[in-house]
Protein backbone atom coordinates (compact mmCIF):
# COMPACT_ATOMS: atom_id res chain seq x y z
CA UNK A 1 0.00 0.00 0.00
CA UNK A 2 2.23 2.21 0.46
CA UNK A 3 3.89 1.70 -2.53
CA UNK A 4 0.81 3.63 -4.24
CA UNK A 5 2.26 6.07 -7.16
CA UNK A 6 2.27 9.71 -5.80
CA UNK A 7 0.14 11.88 -8.27
CA UNK A 8 2.04 14.76 -9.53
CA UNK A 9 1.95 18.39 -7.90
CA UNK A 10 -0.40 19.53 -10.67
CA UNK A 11 -2.57 17.07 -10.30
CA UNK A 12 -2.94 17.40 -6.57
CA UNK A 13 -3.60 21.00 -6.85
CA UNK A 14 -6.13 20.28 -9.23
CA UNK A 15 -7.77 17.99 -6.73
CA UNK A 16 -7.43 20.57 -4.07
CA UNK A 17 -9.49 23.42 -6.27
CA UNK A 18 -12.29 21.27 -7.13
CA UNK A 19 -12.88 20.41 -3.43
CA UNK A 20 -14.06 24.09 -3.27
CA UNK A 21 -16.19 25.55 -5.79
CA UNK A 22 -14.29 23.81 -9.05
CA UNK A 23 -16.76 24.69 -11.70
CA UNK A 24 -17.02 21.74 -14.00
CA UNK A 25 -19.00 24.24 -16.32
CA UNK A 26 -16.90 27.12 -15.93
CA UNK A 27 -14.14 27.58 -19.08
CA UNK A 28 -11.80 30.31 -18.71
CA UNK A 29 -12.57 33.82 -20.91
CA UNK A 30 -16.05 32.35 -22.07
CA UNK A 31 -17.94 35.09 -20.45
CA UNK A 32 -15.86 37.52 -21.51
CA UNK A 33 -16.49 36.67 -24.94
CA UNK A 34 -20.05 35.84 -24.34
CA UNK A 35 -20.33 39.64 -23.06
CA UNK A 36 -18.57 40.59 -26.08
CA UNK A 37 -20.77 39.40 -28.33
CA UNK A 38 -23.73 40.87 -27.34
CA UNK A 39 -22.00 43.97 -27.29
CA UNK A 40 -20.83 43.75 -30.51
CA UNK A 41 -24.29 42.50 -31.60
CA UNK A 42 -26.18 45.22 -30.18
CA UNK A 43 -23.80 48.25 -29.99
CA UNK A 44 -24.04 49.30 -34.19
CA UNK A 45 -27.93 49.32 -34.06
CA UNK A 46 -27.94 51.34 -30.76
CA UNK A 47 -25.67 54.21 -32.75
CA UNK A 48 -28.18 54.08 -35.85
CA UNK A 49 -31.18 54.33 -33.32
CA UNK A 50 -29.58 57.20 -31.50
CA UNK A 51 -28.24 59.44 -34.58
CA UNK A 52 -32.58 58.99 -35.83
CA UNK A 53 -32.93 61.50 -32.86
CA UNK A 54 -30.28 63.85 -33.85
CA UNK A 55 -31.48 67.85 -34.87
CA UNK A 56 -28.17 67.81 -36.73
CA UNK A 57 -27.93 66.19 -40.85
CA UNK A 58 -25.01 64.46 -39.86
CA UNK A 59 -25.42 60.90 -38.58
CA UNK A 60 -22.58 60.26 -36.64
CA UNK A 61 -21.95 63.51 -34.99
CA UNK A 62 -24.28 64.32 -31.52
CA UNK A 63 -25.97 67.71 -31.34
CA UNK A 64 -29.19 67.80 -29.87
CA UNK A 65 -32.56 65.68 -29.53
CA UNK A 66 -34.88 66.41 -32.21
CA UNK A 67 -38.01 63.79 -33.78
CA UNK A 68 -37.89 66.04 -36.48
CA UNK A 69 -36.36 63.10 -38.97
CA UNK A 70 -39.50 60.98 -38.11
CA UNK A 71 -41.92 63.20 -38.92
CA UNK A 72 -39.90 64.08 -42.10
CA UNK A 73 -39.79 60.17 -42.61
CA UNK A 74 -43.63 60.17 -42.08
CA UNK A 75 -44.75 62.59 -44.35
CA UNK A 76 -42.46 61.45 -46.93
CA UNK A 77 -44.70 59.83 -49.87
CA UNK A 78 -42.37 57.59 -51.58
CA UNK A 79 -41.81 55.73 -47.52
CA UNK A 80 -45.60 55.82 -47.18
CA UNK A 81 -46.17 53.86 -50.28
CA UNK A 82 -43.22 51.90 -50.04
CA UNK A 83 -44.46 51.11 -46.64
CA UNK A 84 -48.35 50.33 -47.72
CA UNK A 85 -46.68 48.10 -49.93
CA UNK A 86 -44.75 45.99 -47.39
CA UNK A 87 -47.66 45.65 -45.39
CA UNK A 88 -50.31 44.83 -47.89
CA UNK A 89 -47.67 41.76 -49.50
CA UNK A 90 -46.74 40.93 -46.12
CA UNK A 91 -50.29 40.36 -44.89
CA UNK A 92 -51.03 38.20 -47.80
CA UNK A 93 -48.13 35.96 -48.65
CA UNK A 94 -48.60 35.76 -44.59
CA UNK A 95 -52.28 34.73 -44.93
CA UNK A 96 -51.75 32.24 -47.62
CA UNK A 97 -48.58 30.50 -45.64
CA UNK A 98 -49.96 29.98 -42.60
CA UNK A 99 -53.05 28.71 -43.89
CA UNK A 100 -51.25 26.13 -46.17
CA UNK A 101 -48.95 25.14 -43.23
CA UNK A 102 -51.26 24.38 -40.96
CA UNK A 103 -52.83 22.26 -43.02
CA UNK A 104 -49.58 20.68 -44.36
CA UNK A 105 -48.68 20.20 -40.56
CA UNK A 106 -51.51 18.87 -39.43
CA UNK A 107 -51.20 16.03 -42.17
CA UNK A 108 -47.27 15.36 -41.29
CA UNK A 109 -47.25 15.42 -37.37
CA UNK A 110 -48.82 12.94 -34.99
CA UNK A 111 -48.68 9.86 -37.51
CA UNK A 112 -47.23 6.74 -37.93
CA UNK A 113 -44.38 7.37 -41.00
CA UNK A 114 -45.96 6.72 -44.03
CA UNK A 115 -44.76 6.63 -47.71
CA UNK A 116 -43.47 10.51 -49.02
CA UNK A 117 -43.26 12.05 -45.69
CA UNK A 118 -39.26 12.45 -45.86
CA UNK A 119 -40.44 13.88 -49.14
CA UNK A 120 -42.62 16.22 -48.37
CA UNK A 121 -40.43 17.31 -45.46
CA UNK A 122 -37.62 17.98 -47.73
CA UNK A 123 -39.99 19.87 -50.09
CA UNK A 124 -41.53 21.81 -47.74
CA UNK A 125 -37.76 22.90 -46.44
CA UNK A 126 -36.71 23.57 -49.91
CA UNK A 127 -36.79 27.48 -49.42
CA UNK A 128 -34.67 27.11 -46.50
CA UNK A 129 -31.95 25.39 -48.72
CA UNK A 130 -31.55 26.97 -51.70
CA UNK A 131 -29.44 30.68 -51.68
CA UNK A 132 -31.26 33.44 -51.69
CA UNK A 133 -30.09 34.80 -54.82
CA UNK A 134 -30.54 31.66 -56.51
CA UNK A 135 -34.86 31.23 -55.65
CA UNK A 136 -34.35 35.16 -57.04
CA UNK A 137 -33.21 34.88 -60.06
CA UNK A 138 -35.00 31.43 -60.82
CA UNK A 139 -38.20 32.93 -59.90
CA UNK A 140 -37.99 35.68 -62.28
CA UNK A 141 -37.22 33.92 -64.88
CA UNK A 142 -40.35 32.01 -64.71
CA UNK A 143 -42.62 35.02 -63.77
CA UNK A 144 -41.17 36.70 -66.92
CA UNK A 145 -42.00 33.52 -68.62
CA UNK A 146 -45.59 34.21 -66.97
CA UNK A 147 -46.34 37.49 -67.98
CA UNK A 148 -45.15 37.07 -71.58
CA UNK A 149 -47.64 33.87 -71.83
CA UNK A 150 -50.37 35.66 -70.41
CA UNK A 151 -49.97 39.80 -69.85
CA UNK A 152 -51.06 39.65 -66.76
CA UNK A 153 -48.95 41.72 -64.35
CA UNK A 154 -49.75 43.31 -60.29
CA UNK A 155 -48.32 42.49 -57.15
CA UNK A 156 -49.89 38.86 -57.17
CA UNK A 157 -46.35 37.63 -58.15
CA UNK A 158 -44.74 39.50 -55.66
CA UNK A 159 -47.05 37.78 -53.17
CA UNK A 160 -46.70 34.45 -54.25
CA UNK A 161 -43.00 34.85 -54.33
CA UNK A 162 -42.98 35.89 -50.84
CA UNK A 163 -45.49 32.79 -49.85
CA UNK A 164 -43.11 30.71 -50.93
CA UNK A 165 -40.31 31.16 -48.30
CA UNK A 166 -42.61 31.75 -45.58
CA UNK A 167 -44.08 28.58 -45.99
CA UNK A 168 -40.84 27.08 -43.86
CA UNK A 169 -40.90 29.53 -41.27
CA UNK A 170 -44.75 29.33 -40.46
CA UNK A 171 -45.28 25.53 -41.23
CA UNK A 172 -41.98 25.02 -38.03
CA UNK A 173 -43.53 26.33 -35.14
CA UNK A 174 -47.15 24.79 -36.05
CA UNK A 175 -45.30 21.63 -36.59
CA UNK A 176 -43.58 22.06 -33.36
CA UNK A 177 -46.61 22.62 -31.17
CA UNK A 178 -48.49 19.72 -32.53
CA UNK A 179 -45.74 17.33 -31.96
CA UNK A 180 -46.36 18.72 -28.40
CA UNK A 181 -50.04 17.57 -28.34
CA UNK A 182 -51.80 14.71 -26.57
CA UNK A 183 -54.04 12.57 -29.38
CA UNK A 184 -56.24 12.46 -26.34
CA UNK A 185 -58.54 15.52 -26.48
CA UNK A 186 -59.70 14.87 -29.73
CA UNK A 187 -60.15 11.14 -29.09
CA UNK A 188 -62.12 12.45 -26.46
CA UNK A 189 -64.06 15.10 -28.77
CA UNK A 190 -64.34 11.84 -31.48
CA UNK A 191 -65.90 9.24 -28.84
CA UNK A 192 -68.95 12.03 -28.00
CA UNK A 193 -69.71 11.71 -31.54
CA UNK A 194 -68.21 15.28 -32.62
CA UNK A 195 -67.75 15.08 -35.87
CA UNK A 196 -64.17 15.53 -37.70
CA UNK A 197 -64.77 18.97 -38.87
CA UNK A 198 -66.48 20.03 -35.37
CA UNK A 199 -63.07 18.11 -33.51
CA UNK A 200 -60.65 20.12 -35.45
CA UNK A 201 -63.28 24.00 -35.04
CA UNK A 202 -63.64 22.77 -31.05
CA UNK A 203 -60.33 21.35 -30.21
CA UNK A 204 -57.27 21.04 -32.23
CA UNK A 205 -57.55 24.36 -33.54
CA UNK A 206 -57.67 26.15 -29.82
CA UNK A 207 -54.81 24.13 -28.60
CA UNK A 208 -53.23 24.86 -31.95
CA UNK A 209 -53.85 28.66 -32.23
CA UNK A 210 -50.68 29.52 -29.98
CA UNK A 211 -48.60 27.64 -32.70
CA UNK A 212 -50.61 29.13 -35.45
CA UNK A 213 -49.98 32.85 -33.97
CA UNK A 214 -45.93 31.96 -33.51
CA UNK A 215 -45.98 31.47 -37.31
CA UNK A 216 -48.02 34.19 -38.16
CA UNK A 217 -44.96 36.54 -36.36
CA UNK A 218 -42.57 34.59 -38.26
CA UNK A 219 -43.57 35.08 -41.91
CA UNK A 220 -44.63 38.22 -41.57
CA UNK A 221 -41.14 39.32 -40.46
CA UNK A 222 -39.52 37.03 -42.87
CA UNK A 223 -41.48 38.89 -45.47
CA UNK A 224 -41.49 42.40 -44.19
CA UNK A 225 -37.53 42.20 -44.56
CA UNK A 226 -36.73 40.62 -47.69
CA UNK A 227 -34.59 42.25 -50.15
CA UNK A 228 -33.23 40.01 -52.15
CA UNK A 229 -36.22 38.60 -53.46
CA UNK A 230 -38.49 41.48 -53.55
CA UNK A 231 -35.49 43.27 -55.42
CA UNK A 232 -35.66 41.05 -58.35
CA UNK A 233 -38.71 39.91 -58.52
CA UNK A 234 -40.88 43.07 -58.20
CA UNK A 235 -42.52 45.07 -61.16
CA UNK A 236 -41.87 48.76 -61.70
CA UNK A 237 -42.98 50.98 -59.05
CA UNK A 238 -43.47 48.25 -57.26
CA UNK A 239 -41.17 49.50 -54.15
CA UNK A 240 -41.27 47.70 -51.09
CA UNK A 241 -39.98 49.25 -47.90
CA UNK A 242 -36.61 47.57 -47.76
CA UNK A 243 -36.13 48.42 -51.77
CA UNK A 244 -36.83 52.13 -50.88
CA UNK A 245 -33.98 51.90 -47.71
CA UNK A 246 -31.43 50.05 -50.17
CA UNK A 247 -32.30 51.87 -53.17
CA UNK A 248 -31.67 55.41 -50.85
CA UNK A 249 -28.40 54.47 -49.33
CA UNK A 250 -26.70 53.93 -52.06
CA UNK A 251 -27.50 57.66 -53.04
CA UNK A 252 -26.30 58.39 -49.45
CA UNK A 253 -27.66 58.33 -46.14
CA UNK A 254 -29.47 60.89 -44.59
CA UNK A 255 -30.74 60.45 -40.93
CA UNK A 256 -34.13 60.09 -42.48
CA UNK A 257 -32.95 56.74 -43.28
CA UNK A 258 -32.12 56.23 -39.35
CA UNK A 259 -36.07 56.87 -38.85
CA UNK A 260 -37.72 54.81 -40.88
CA UNK A 261 -35.05 52.08 -40.10
CA UNK A 262 -35.62 52.67 -35.81
CA UNK A 263 -39.28 52.01 -37.02
CA UNK A 264 -38.72 48.93 -38.77
CA UNK A 265 -36.03 47.74 -36.22
CA UNK A 266 -38.98 48.08 -33.26
CA UNK A 267 -42.13 46.49 -35.48
CA UNK A 268 -39.45 43.34 -35.98
CA UNK A 269 -38.49 43.45 -32.32
CA UNK A 270 -41.95 43.78 -31.26
CA UNK A 271 -43.34 40.44 -33.76
CA UNK A 272 -40.16 38.61 -32.02
CA UNK A 273 -40.98 39.18 -28.79
CA UNK A 274 -44.66 38.23 -29.48
CA UNK A 275 -43.14 34.97 -31.06
CA UNK A 276 -41.43 34.64 -28.12
CA UNK A 277 -44.67 35.33 -25.80
CA UNK A 278 -46.84 32.40 -27.96
CA UNK A 279 -44.36 29.79 -27.87
CA UNK A 280 -43.10 29.99 -24.36
CA UNK A 281 -43.35 26.08 -22.61
CA UNK A 282 -45.49 26.33 -19.70
CA UNK A 283 -44.19 25.48 -16.59
CA UNK B 1 -59.88 15.88 -39.16
CA UNK B 2 -58.52 13.32 -36.54
CA UNK B 3 -59.73 10.04 -37.62
CA UNK B 4 -57.95 7.15 -35.22
CA UNK B 5 -54.48 6.88 -37.28
CA UNK B 6 -52.94 4.24 -35.10
CA UNK B 7 -55.74 1.40 -35.54
CA UNK B 8 -54.25 -1.89 -34.89
CA UNK B 9 -53.73 -3.51 -38.32
CA UNK B 10 -53.90 -7.33 -37.27
CA UNK B 11 -57.40 -6.96 -35.16
CA UNK B 12 -59.05 -9.24 -36.76
CA UNK B 13 -57.45 -10.42 -40.20
CA UNK B 14 -59.70 -13.43 -40.65
CA UNK B 15 -62.89 -11.11 -41.08
CA UNK B 16 -63.35 -9.89 -44.25
CA UNK B 17 -65.85 -7.02 -43.07
CA UNK B 18 -63.88 -5.97 -40.42
CA UNK B 19 -60.92 -5.85 -43.26
CA UNK B 20 -62.97 -3.97 -45.46
CA UNK B 21 -64.02 -1.53 -43.16
CA UNK B 22 -60.40 -0.93 -42.09
CA UNK B 23 -58.88 -0.55 -45.42
CA UNK B 24 -61.37 2.11 -46.61
CA UNK B 25 -60.73 3.93 -43.42
CA UNK B 26 -56.91 3.64 -44.30
CA UNK B 27 -57.72 4.97 -47.40
CA UNK B 28 -59.71 7.76 -46.31
CA UNK B 29 -56.63 9.12 -44.07
CA UNK B 30 -54.46 8.75 -46.81
CA UNK B 31 -56.73 11.13 -49.07
CA UNK B 32 -56.99 13.59 -45.97
CA UNK B 33 -53.48 13.79 -46.12
CA UNK B 34 -52.28 14.43 -49.57
CA UNK B 35 -55.53 16.92 -49.43
CA UNK B 36 -53.80 18.95 -46.26
CA UNK B 37 -50.22 18.76 -47.60
CA UNK B 38 -50.66 19.33 -51.59
CA UNK B 39 -51.27 23.23 -51.31
CA UNK B 40 -48.32 23.67 -49.86
CA UNK B 41 -46.35 21.25 -52.03
CA UNK B 42 -47.91 22.99 -55.21
CA UNK B 43 -46.97 26.51 -54.13
CA UNK B 44 -43.60 25.15 -53.61
CA UNK B 45 -42.96 23.01 -56.23
CA UNK B 46 -45.17 25.44 -58.89
CA UNK B 47 -43.10 28.55 -57.82
CA UNK B 48 -39.53 27.46 -55.96
CA UNK B 49 -38.36 23.88 -57.62
CA UNK B 50 -39.94 24.52 -60.95
CA UNK B 51 -38.34 27.75 -61.79
CA UNK B 52 -34.70 25.99 -60.93
CA UNK B 53 -35.58 23.52 -63.91
CA UNK B 54 -36.31 26.67 -66.00
CA UNK B 55 -32.92 28.28 -65.02
CA UNK B 56 -31.12 25.06 -65.95
CA UNK B 57 -32.59 25.09 -69.31
CA UNK B 58 -32.09 28.45 -69.81
CA UNK B 59 -28.27 28.27 -68.90
CA UNK B 60 -27.98 26.10 -72.09
CA UNK B 61 -29.37 28.63 -74.15
CA UNK B 62 -27.99 31.81 -76.07
CA UNK B 63 -28.78 35.18 -74.38
CA UNK B 64 -31.25 37.91 -76.15
CA UNK B 65 -29.78 41.28 -76.94
CA UNK B 66 -32.37 42.97 -74.51
CA UNK B 67 -32.94 40.33 -71.40
CA UNK B 68 -34.00 36.64 -72.18
CA UNK B 69 -33.30 33.74 -74.47
CA UNK B 70 -32.58 33.09 -77.99
CA UNK B 71 -33.68 29.22 -78.45
CA UNK B 72 -30.60 27.92 -79.38
CA UNK B 73 -28.79 25.10 -77.42
CA UNK B 74 -25.48 26.68 -76.30
CA UNK B 75 -22.93 25.92 -73.59
CA UNK B 76 -21.36 29.12 -74.37
CA UNK B 77 -22.83 30.00 -70.80
CA UNK B 78 -21.25 27.09 -68.89
CA UNK B 79 -17.90 28.12 -70.38
CA UNK B 80 -18.03 31.80 -69.77
CA UNK B 81 -18.24 31.06 -66.18
CA UNK B 82 -14.57 30.94 -66.40
CA UNK B 83 -13.40 31.80 -69.72
CA UNK B 84 -13.34 34.34 -71.61
CA UNK B 85 -13.84 34.39 -75.49
CA UNK B 86 -11.79 36.61 -77.80
CA UNK B 87 -13.98 38.99 -80.03
CA UNK B 88 -11.51 38.03 -82.93
CA UNK B 89 -9.44 35.19 -82.91
CA UNK B 90 -12.30 33.00 -80.95
CA UNK B 91 -9.51 32.06 -78.62
CA UNK B 92 -10.51 31.11 -74.44
CA UNK B 93 -8.49 32.95 -72.22
CA UNK B 94 -9.06 33.03 -68.07
CA UNK B 95 -12.14 35.08 -67.01
CA UNK B 96 -10.19 36.73 -64.45
CA UNK B 97 -12.63 39.07 -63.11
CA UNK B 98 -15.61 36.28 -62.70
CA UNK B 99 -12.23 34.01 -60.64
CA UNK B 100 -11.77 36.68 -58.80
CA UNK B 101 -15.66 37.51 -57.53
CA UNK B 102 -15.63 33.55 -56.52
CA UNK B 103 -12.23 33.21 -54.84
CA UNK B 104 -13.43 36.19 -53.10
CA UNK B 105 -16.65 35.12 -52.27
CA UNK B 106 -15.05 31.98 -51.09
CA UNK B 107 -12.50 33.34 -48.79
CA UNK B 108 -15.27 35.76 -47.73
CA UNK B 109 -17.88 33.29 -46.56
CA UNK B 110 -15.23 31.14 -45.18
CA UNK B 111 -13.83 34.05 -42.71
CA UNK B 112 -17.23 34.63 -41.87
CA UNK B 113 -17.79 31.04 -41.23
CA UNK B 114 -14.28 30.80 -38.93
CA UNK B 115 -14.76 34.70 -37.20
CA UNK B 116 -18.36 33.26 -36.59
CA UNK B 117 -17.65 30.41 -34.86
CA UNK B 118 -14.68 31.83 -32.69
CA UNK B 119 -16.98 34.12 -31.53
CA UNK B 120 -20.40 31.94 -31.34
CA UNK B 121 -19.13 28.69 -29.60
CA UNK B 122 -18.03 30.77 -26.14
CA UNK B 123 -20.81 32.40 -26.50
CA UNK B 124 -23.25 29.61 -26.53
CA UNK B 125 -21.39 28.14 -24.61
CA UNK B 126 -21.73 30.53 -21.45
CA UNK B 127 -25.42 30.64 -22.26
CA UNK B 128 -25.89 27.24 -21.84
CA UNK B 129 -24.21 26.66 -18.16
CA UNK B 130 -26.40 30.10 -17.28
CA UNK B 131 -28.83 28.99 -14.85
CA UNK B 132 -32.54 29.46 -16.59
CA UNK B 133 -33.75 32.68 -15.88
CA UNK B 134 -30.60 34.41 -17.18
CA UNK B 135 -30.27 31.91 -20.31
CA UNK B 136 -33.83 33.15 -21.27
CA UNK B 137 -33.08 36.64 -21.21
CA UNK B 138 -29.85 35.79 -23.02
CA UNK B 139 -31.41 33.93 -25.41
CA UNK B 140 -34.12 36.09 -26.15
CA UNK B 141 -31.31 38.98 -26.79
CA UNK B 142 -29.33 36.89 -29.34
CA UNK B 143 -32.92 35.92 -31.11
CA UNK B 144 -33.87 39.73 -31.89
CA UNK B 145 -30.92 40.11 -34.02
CA UNK B 146 -31.29 36.93 -35.80
CA UNK B 147 -34.70 38.44 -36.86
CA UNK B 148 -34.03 41.91 -37.14
CA UNK B 149 -33.64 43.10 -40.87
CA UNK B 150 -30.50 42.02 -42.63
CA UNK B 151 -30.43 45.61 -44.92
CA UNK B 152 -30.56 47.79 -41.56
CA UNK B 153 -28.36 45.84 -39.74
CA UNK B 154 -25.85 46.01 -42.40
CA UNK B 155 -27.25 49.99 -42.61
CA UNK B 156 -25.38 49.76 -39.18
CA UNK B 157 -22.20 48.90 -39.94
CA UNK B 158 -22.02 51.45 -42.53
CA UNK B 159 -22.58 53.79 -40.09
CA UNK B 160 -19.52 52.72 -38.38
CA UNK B 161 -16.96 52.20 -40.76
CA UNK B 162 -17.76 55.19 -42.83
CA UNK B 163 -15.29 58.05 -43.31
CA UNK B 164 -17.19 59.90 -40.88
CA UNK B 165 -18.00 57.02 -39.37
CA UNK B 166 -18.49 56.20 -35.78
CA UNK B 167 -14.76 54.30 -35.45
CA UNK B 168 -12.91 56.98 -37.64
CA UNK B 169 -14.29 60.04 -35.31
CA UNK B 170 -13.71 58.04 -31.78
CA UNK B 171 -10.12 57.11 -32.99
CA UNK B 172 -9.64 61.07 -34.12
CA UNK B 173 -11.38 62.19 -31.28
CA UNK B 174 -8.71 59.95 -29.13
CA UNK B 175 -5.61 61.06 -31.64
CA UNK B 176 -4.68 57.89 -32.32
CA UNK B 177 -5.05 58.85 -36.15
CA UNK B 178 -5.63 62.61 -37.79
CA UNK B 179 -7.24 61.50 -40.62
CA UNK B 180 -9.89 59.04 -41.34
CA UNK B 181 -8.91 55.51 -42.61
CA UNK B 182 -10.84 54.00 -45.63
CA UNK B 183 -12.75 51.42 -44.60
CA UNK B 184 -16.27 51.42 -46.17
CA UNK B 185 -15.99 49.90 -50.06
CA UNK B 186 -13.50 47.74 -48.75
CA UNK B 187 -13.22 43.98 -48.33
CA UNK B 188 -12.67 44.51 -44.57
CA UNK B 189 -15.76 46.70 -44.75
CA UNK B 190 -17.60 43.38 -45.81
CA UNK B 191 -16.05 40.78 -43.85
CA UNK B 192 -17.28 42.99 -41.11
CA UNK B 193 -20.78 43.28 -41.66
CA UNK B 194 -21.17 39.49 -42.91
CA UNK B 195 -19.88 38.28 -39.39
CA UNK B 196 -22.15 41.15 -37.73
CA UNK B 197 -25.09 39.67 -39.77
CA UNK B 198 -24.60 36.08 -39.53
CA UNK B 199 -23.00 35.58 -35.89
CA UNK B 200 -26.44 35.19 -34.30
CA UNK B 201 -27.36 32.29 -36.95
CA UNK B 202 -23.91 30.40 -35.61
CA UNK B 203 -24.83 31.18 -31.67
CA UNK B 204 -28.48 29.38 -31.86
CA UNK B 205 -27.54 26.07 -33.26
CA UNK B 206 -24.72 25.47 -31.10
CA UNK B 207 -26.63 26.84 -28.16
CA UNK B 208 -29.48 24.17 -29.31
CA UNK B 209 -26.69 21.17 -28.87
CA UNK B 210 -24.75 22.75 -26.38
CA UNK B 211 -28.21 22.82 -23.94
CA UNK B 212 -28.51 19.00 -24.02
CA UNK B 213 -24.59 18.53 -23.12
CA UNK B 214 -24.29 15.97 -20.13
CA UNK B 215 -22.27 17.55 -17.72
CA UNK B 216 -21.37 14.42 -16.14
CA UNK B 217 -19.33 13.39 -18.72
CA UNK B 218 -17.41 16.75 -18.74
CA UNK B 219 -16.98 15.86 -14.98
CA UNK B 220 -15.89 12.41 -15.45
CA UNK B 221 -12.84 14.24 -17.87
CA UNK B 222 -11.81 16.53 -14.74
CA UNK B 223 -11.96 13.45 -12.79
CA UNK B 224 -9.46 11.61 -14.84
CA UNK B 225 -6.65 14.44 -14.79
CA UNK B 226 -7.24 16.12 -17.88
CA UNK B 227 -6.96 19.82 -18.27
CA UNK B 228 -9.88 22.08 -18.84
CA UNK B 229 -8.42 22.36 -22.22
CA UNK B 230 -8.25 19.06 -22.58
CA UNK B 231 -11.59 18.85 -21.61
CA UNK B 232 -12.62 21.36 -24.03
CA UNK B 233 -10.76 19.45 -27.32
CA UNK B 234 -11.20 15.79 -26.49
CA UNK B 235 -15.20 15.98 -25.22
CA UNK B 236 -16.95 18.97 -25.24
CA UNK B 237 -16.57 20.11 -28.72
CA UNK B 238 -16.96 16.14 -30.07
CA UNK B 239 -20.12 16.36 -27.95
CA UNK B 240 -21.60 19.12 -29.73
CA UNK B 241 -20.04 18.78 -33.28
CA UNK B 242 -23.70 18.36 -34.93
CA UNK B 243 -24.29 21.96 -33.51
CA UNK B 244 -20.89 23.51 -34.67
CA UNK B 245 -21.54 21.44 -38.32
CA UNK B 246 -25.11 23.37 -38.22
CA UNK B 247 -24.28 26.55 -37.22
CA UNK B 248 -21.68 26.54 -39.97
CA UNK B 249 -23.78 25.81 -42.75
CA UNK B 250 -26.24 28.53 -41.75
CA UNK B 251 -23.52 31.09 -41.73
CA UNK B 252 -21.34 29.87 -44.90
CA UNK B 253 -24.79 29.24 -46.93
CA UNK B 254 -26.24 32.79 -46.72
CA UNK B 255 -22.85 34.35 -46.66
CA UNK B 256 -21.49 32.77 -50.13
CA UNK B 257 -24.20 34.15 -51.71
CA UNK B 258 -24.86 37.17 -49.99
CA UNK B 259 -26.45 40.41 -51.99
CA UNK B 260 -27.29 42.83 -49.78
CA UNK B 261 -23.99 43.27 -47.37
CA UNK B 262 -21.28 43.62 -50.32
CA UNK B 263 -23.88 45.34 -52.13
CA UNK B 264 -23.65 48.08 -49.55
CA UNK B 265 -20.24 47.70 -48.06
CA UNK B 266 -17.83 47.00 -50.40
CA UNK B 267 -19.78 48.83 -53.78
CA UNK B 268 -18.77 48.55 -57.08
CA UNK B 269 -15.18 46.96 -56.38
CA UNK B 270 -15.62 44.38 -53.97
CA UNK B 271 -18.78 41.88 -55.57
CA UNK B 272 -19.79 38.79 -54.53
CA UNK B 273 -20.96 36.29 -56.38
CA UNK B 274 -24.81 37.10 -55.23
CA UNK B 275 -23.76 40.50 -56.70
CA UNK B 276 -22.54 39.10 -59.80
CA UNK B 277 -25.09 37.05 -60.78
CA UNK B 278 -27.80 39.48 -59.85
CA UNK B 279 -25.98 41.74 -62.70
CA UNK B 280 -26.15 39.03 -65.42
CA UNK B 281 -30.18 40.08 -65.02
CA UNK B 282 -30.08 43.60 -64.48
CA UNK B 283 -27.73 46.09 -66.65
CA UNK B 284 -25.50 43.10 -67.52
CA UNK B 285 -28.42 41.50 -69.14
CA UNK B 286 -27.02 37.95 -69.92
CA UNK B 287 -29.69 35.51 -68.53
CA UNK B 288 -28.22 32.21 -69.52
CA UNK B 289 -24.72 32.91 -67.87
CA UNK B 290 -26.73 34.45 -65.06
CA UNK B 291 -28.67 30.87 -64.78
CA UNK B 292 -25.11 29.04 -65.24
CA UNK B 293 -23.93 30.73 -61.82
CA UNK B 294 -27.13 30.34 -59.83
CA UNK B 295 -26.61 26.79 -60.27
CA UNK B 296 -22.85 26.86 -59.39
CA UNK B 297 -23.68 28.59 -56.74
CA UNK B 298 -26.31 26.14 -55.53
CA UNK B 299 -24.01 22.72 -56.92
CA UNK B 300 -21.74 24.53 -53.89
CA UNK B 301 -24.28 24.78 -51.34
CA UNK B 302 -25.34 21.10 -52.21
CA UNK B 303 -22.12 20.27 -51.34
CA UNK B 304 -21.99 21.45 -47.93
CA UNK B 305 -25.23 20.04 -47.50
CA UNK B 306 -24.73 17.15 -48.03
CA UNK B 307 -21.29 17.10 -45.68
CA UNK B 308 -24.14 18.10 -43.26
CA UNK B 309 -26.01 15.40 -43.42
CA UNK B 310 -23.33 13.27 -43.31
CA UNK B 311 -21.53 14.70 -40.52
CA UNK B 312 -25.02 14.23 -38.77
CA UNK B 313 -26.17 11.26 -39.16
CA UNK B 314 -23.05 9.89 -38.53
CA UNK B 315 -22.90 11.22 -35.18
CA UNK B 316 -26.92 11.17 -34.70
CA UNK B 317 -27.73 7.30 -35.52
CA UNK B 318 -31.55 7.49 -36.00
CA UNK B 319 -32.22 11.39 -35.69
CA UNK B 320 -32.95 13.78 -37.90
Redesign the interface.
Known amino acids: MAEAVAPPPRVLAAAWTRGRGFDVRHLPGFAAVAWFCLVALYAPMLVLVIFSFNANRSVTIWTEFSLNWYAKAIHNEGIQQAAILSLQVAIAATAIATIVATMAALATTRTAPYRGLAAIYAIINQPLMVPEIVTAVATLVFFALIKEATGVTGVGYLIFAHTVFCIPFAYMPIRARLEGMDLTYEMVAADLYATPWRTFRRVTLPLLLPGILAGVMLSFVISLDDVVISLLVSGPGQTTLPLYIIGQLRRGITPEMNAVSTIFLAVSALLVTLFFVFTRKKK | ??????MPANVSASDPAAEAVLRAAKRRE?W??????S???I???G??????S??LL?SLLEPAEYA?VVWNFSVEAWINLLFERDMFDETLTLADANIAIFTRSIVQAGLTTISALI??F??A???A?RPERQRNA?L??????F???????T??????V?D???IN?VLIWMGVIDKPIEMLFTNFAVALGLI?VY??FM?LPLYASMEKLD?RI??AG?DL?AT?FAV?RRVIVPLVKPGIVAGCILVF??S??A??TP??LGGGKHMM??NL??N??GTSRN?PL??AM??M??AL?MIA?VFYVRNATAKEPGHG
Not at chain 2, 1 to 6: G, H
Open positions: MTSPTATRRWFLVPALIIGIGILPLIIYGIGPTYFITWFLITIPWTNLLIRFAIMLLRQGVNYLPVFVEYYRLIPIGYVRLLGIAQFWGSALLMVL
